[in-house]
């Protein structure tokens, strides 16, 4: 059987819930918590597959590889921690999982609107300050219906498509921005360019992946594009919008608000303004987190692996 190791299988199983026997089922697998630099160049030894989460893979560190390591597998869907070029170089294959938490972040995405157009987390900081106004005398805060609003998808791969079906079924309509222009058969989703997209829409919502093109794609020039009214929504990766000219842009009304399940870095420095934005929601990259997302994601590295080991790989990415 092929040896396979998981080299911080605590990133996913942070709170020892998930069940790996699909994997163990399928090759001899060993796990650890984490592991170092030194720790990795010494666990991979005499290994066929490596299974990382978010761990970064640098060309250094690919190039003392052992001839044995034939697969690097993404427990997840990003992949811009591994170097891909230097994996090919040592003619390892790299895979991902891009669709098991496609339910799970959508409904974030989702979520996210919501609290938005209702403001309902300065609401409820509002009475944790034993601010009662909004009960005593009367709405002190913005509060308005989503459908008939303008959503702008930028990144229309298997997560945007379901934050779209989601939110047209709550009636919005839809701009939708990719690499290359789709056609949509319903009259109310829009291809456009991502200038058009960042001027219409009321609420905007990213979902590509992070690359040296969509590093800052969203910077203060973008921001500017934007309607004062607008808010955006990152559940992708935190440097596809340049943080610094957001939080510029939040401080001075350029928009509206934001909501960010992803920072830069991450974790995010405990004095980021960010924390104490009334216009902000913050959390802690929870998109992939649910228990099903992770253990859907188990099922999904067994099937990789298996399909790699049958000859026929399937999600490769390098």
Sequence with gaps: ?????????????????LDFLPLKEICTFTKYDDSSHKEILERVKNQNIIITKELPLTKDLIEQFPPSVKLICEAGT???????EAAANKRITVCN???????????????????LSSTMILQQNMIKQNNFCNFTDRLQVPHFEVNNKTL???????????????????????????????????????SV????LLIESDFISIHCPLTPNTKHLIDQNKLQLMKPTAFIINTSRGPIIKETDLIEALQRGT???????????????????LFTMDNVILTPHIGWKCFESRQRLIHLLAKNISSYI????INVVG
Excluded: C, H, W
Excluded at 255 to 273: H, K, S
């Design 310 to 313: 049958n000859g026929n790989p």
């Design 1 to 17: 059987m092929e040896r396979t190791v998981f080299l911080n299988s605590s990133k996913l199983d942070f709170d020892n819930q």
């Design 97 to 115: 999982v891009p669709s098991y938490s496609t339910e799970a972040v959508a409904q974030l995405t989702i979520t996210f609107i919501l609290n």
């Design 193 to 196: 360019s991502l200038d058009e």
């Design 255 to 273: 928009i509206a608000g934001a909501a960010l399940d992803v920072q830069d870095p991450e974790p995010p420095e405990l004095n980021n303004p």
């Design 78 to 84: 990003g992949y811009n921690n591994i170097d891909i």
């Design 152 to 190: 702008g998808v930028i990144g229309t791969g298997s997560i945007g498509q379901q934050v779209i079906k989601i939110a047209r079924v709550l009636g919005m309509n839809i701009l939708a921005y990719n690499r290359t222009r789709k056609k949509y058969d319903d009259p109310n989703i829009k």
